[in-house]
Structures are given as C-alpha cells and as structure tokens.
C-alpha cells in the first residue's frame, strides 16, 4: 500500500464518522416487520413526490430530466425533482472505479468491503450537493427572486435526495425487504401505469385513464375510439401492448442456462450456476438512455445559440428544433436518434421508427459488451467468484483458467444476445407507446423479480434456518 492510498484510507474513515448512518438491526427482524419497514419507506418517497418545492411559484419552461424521470422515479416541481438520480449516478461511478480495478480493494476482507461502502456514501453526498446547487441555481434561478429563495430551494433538493439516501440504506441495512432504489423506481412506473390506467381526471377527448374512457365512449356509442387515441394519450391498443411486454419479459427472466456446481466445503451439496439469457439486466439500457438524452441536450442549447431559426445548413445536419417547443428534434441526425413516441408519428416518418430501433439496439448491444467488462460480470470474474464461495464445476479442474474457458462458451453470446433482445423490447414498446415507455416497463419487471427472489430468500430463512446456514446466511 502507498503512502497516499493509507492517507485516503484514513480520511475516508475520519470523513465517514460525520457522516449520517443507519445502524443495523441489533436482533433479527421478522418478515412482517420487514414489510412494516419497507411500506413506510415507500410511503415516505410517495408523500415526497407529492410535496411542491417551497418558494416556486412556477415550473421551468422545459423539463430538462423528462428523459430520466421514469429512470430516476422523479416528479418535476416536488421534492422528489432530482428523485434517485444523484444516488444512482454516484453508484455507477463507484461501480465503474471497481470493475475497472481502478480501485484496489480486497472485497473479501470486511474492512475494505466497509471501506468501499463508506467511500461509497461519501462520493453520493457530494454528488448530491453538486447536483442540487447546479439544477437548483439553473433551472429554479430564473423562476424565484433572491438569492435567499435559491439557497432555499438548493436546501430542499439536497436535503430530500439525503433522506433518500437514507430510506435505502434503511431498507438494505436489513430493516426492510430488498433495495430501497428499486422500490421507489419500480413504485413510480407503476403509479404511472395505474394513472394511465384507471385516472378518471379529464384530457382533451374524455379521462385520461383507459378504462373510464372506455366506459364513457361505449356509453356514448362510440366505444371504438378507445382502440387508438391520437397524441401520447392511453388507448385499448396500448393496455394490450404493454401487457403483453409484461409478459414477454417475465418469460424471457425465466431463461437461463445452468451450470452444475458441487460443495467443496460440504460434502454432497449440489447446486446449479444460472447464467440468465438477460446476462447484462437492464445497466446498458439505462446507459443508453443517459447517451441519448445528453445528446438531445447537448444539441439544444447549440440550437438555440447558434441555430434558433433553423437557418444554419451545416448544423441542420446536426439538429433542427421547433422554435414553439424545442423539446424533440424535427430534423438532423438527432432526429432519428430519439423515439417518434407516438404511433401517429411512426405511420407518418416510418423510415425514422426503423433508424431508431435500430440504432437503438446496436448502442445497447455495445453497452452491453462494455458493462460485463467493466460491470465485473466477464468470464474471468465470475471464474473467481465462483471459486472464492468454495465451490467447483465437476469434470473441470478446479482453477480460474479451466472454469473460464467453461464460462466462455456462453458468456460472450449471452451478452450480446442479451443487448439485442433487451434492446428491440425497449426501442419497439418507445416507438410503439407502451405505458411507462419501453424502458420504464423494463425496470419494473426486472425489480419485480429480483423482488420475488428476494421474498424466497427470506422465506427460506424464516420457515428453514438450517437449510439458510448451509447456503451460508445467517
């Protein structure tokens, strides 16, 4: 060890003790108890989503996180504005320093595993700050008079995102079930699929809801305009659609080649090693998403410095905006890299619907290719984990270089065959207007069966501890 790394070490660990924890449960908390704890989480995130920023009179003219809301489970204007987004983003980068092994810490050693999680939490607070004084001063700054109401609105927007911070270290820490991130993101999709779904509040042709518009078209004899209603508004077409997504991606979870693995710590136990035909989940969608929009942003502040009149034939190319509603591109290479979002504007531009998917795919294949590199999930690292839980495969010799060559058969094609597939289900449910977009239903799926496995999880260590201490938890 350095010189220089033993003094990061010790001011991460001095830093960490003023740092707001959650301490763990000092006895086992049962399942109801688990549960008890998770609802109150989530209603928490809820009643914050609900609760309009303090000294904003106002919403900003554009919404400059639309890209990510679904991604972040924010609401414009609320408390919840910047959601888990700061959280996230301090996550990936932590990530991204350990797969990269840019970071050298032994993650079997408890202390450097404690290390990394406070070093961790450091990074997501200052992150947070960052984020919350630069969104604070220049999205709101315009909106409120006085630095006193900017200041105001800054403590708001970092002092929410902490208490998230909190809530999910609350509910990781043991006191509830699973992820707290994942509950919020998986809680905020859904609260958008409902609201498409059952919303009885009025848009320009009926409810905005499916199922009230349908009631009330059928009532007025005219039922069959509920199958496609024109704009972004919720349709019988896209109930169908986005269930049937649904249920695609449950099936699609539930594919996975399995590896046979024995105990060499206990005797006679087998098991398998699942190698799920999803390898990369849902990261290079995310990833991809993020490129995407950054893009979109990047491109309209040029527009509307250097080309607001759509005058500029060079940057045409890059870009052309609607000087009414900059939101979208309307031309350029931006154009067709973004969604058409409705199937009106699919059936009018269908060449831009085929660009896009395609597209779309391929960045996400890439991603996909990158993230098992630098997301720890490549055959040599699973390699050593496998051996580093005591366990082998039988008929290989038990050591990295012949578990590897095993895990290369099929890692590599899963992975890309994992960026294809999540990549036609996220661009086709865009273009295709499924509710909660393509990759909002994504997400929910993947955490509803994390979720699910979680809850087996713990259901095994309540009704079979012996079978638990086995499997090595207690």
């Known amino acids: 060890m350095t010189q220089n790394e033993s003094i990061l070490r010790r001011a991460i660990r001095t830093v960490s003790g003023y740092v707001p924890q959650v301490p763990k449960p000092k006895k086992k908390i049962s399942l109801t108890e688990k549960f008890a704890w998770t609802g109150i989480a989530l209603l928490i995130y809820l009643v914050m989503g609900q609760i309009p920023l303090y000294g904003v009179t106002s919403d900003p003219k554009f919404d400059f996180l639309a890209f990510a809301r679904v991604i972040f489970a924010a609401q414009q204007g609320t408390l919840m504005e910047l959601g888990i987004g700061p959280i996230v983003t301090a996550g990936l980068l932590m990530q991204l320093l350990k797969g990269s092994d840019l970071i050298r810490l032994d993650f079997k050693n408890p202390d450097d595993r404690s290390l990394f999680t406070s070093a961790t939490k450091i990074v997501t607070i200052i992150v947070i700050c960052a984020e919350g004084s630069l969104y604070g001063i220049s999205v709101y700054g315009p909106l409120v008079h006085g630095p006193g109401i900017i200041a105001i609105v800054i403590t708001q927007l970092v002092s929410s995102s902490i208490l998230v911070m909190l809530l999910d270290e609350l509910v990781q820490k043991g006191w509830g079930i699973g992820s707290g991130l994942s509950l919020f993101i998986m809680a905020g999709i859904a609260q958008t699929i409902l609201w498409s779904t059952f919303s009885p509040f009025p848009a320009q042709d009926g409810p905005t809801g499916i199922l009230p518009f349908t009631i009330s078209t059928t009532l007025a004899g005219h039922g069959q305009d509920a199958l496609l209603r024109a704009g972004q508004l919720p349709s019988i077409l896209g109930l169908g659609l986005t269930v049937g997504v649904i249920l695609i991606l449950v099936y699609i979870e539930g594919i996975h080649v399995d590896i046979p693995i024995v105990s060499t710590k206990y005797r006679g136990f087998t098991a398998v090693y699942p190698i799920k035909l999803l390898y990369t989940s849902v990261i290079p969608v995310i990833l991809s998403s993020a490129l995407i929009a950054n893009a979109v942003f990047m491109g309209q502040m040029m527009w509307a410095n250097y080309n607001p009149n759509n005058t500029n034939p060079g940057f045409n190319w890059i870009a052309q905006f609607d000087p ?151």
């Open 324 to 474: 009414g509603q900059p939101q979208t591109p309307t031309g350029g290479l931006l154009y067709y890299m973004t969604s058409p979002k409705t199937f009106d504007h699919v059936v009018a531009d269908p060449m831009r619907a085929v660009i896009y998917v395609i597209f779309f795919t391929t960045i996400v294949t890439v991603f996909s290719r990158l993230w098992v590199e630098l997301g720890g999930l490549s055959a040599k690292t699973a390699a050593k984990n496998l051996l580093d839980a005591d366990v082998q495969v039988p008929g290989f010799r038990r050591s990295e270089n012949s578990v590897e060559s095993l895990l290369n058969r099929y890692i590599p094609s899963l992975t890309i065959i994992s960026g294809i597939t999540i990549g036609l289900l996220a661009s086709l449910s865009d273009i295709l207007n499924v509710y909660g977009s393509g990759t909002g239903i994504l997400l929910m799926v993947n955490i509803m069966v994390s979720y699910y496995q979680t809850l087996v999880k713990e259901q095994v260590d309540t009704y079979m501890p012996k079978l638990a201490a086995l499997l090595g938890r207690k």
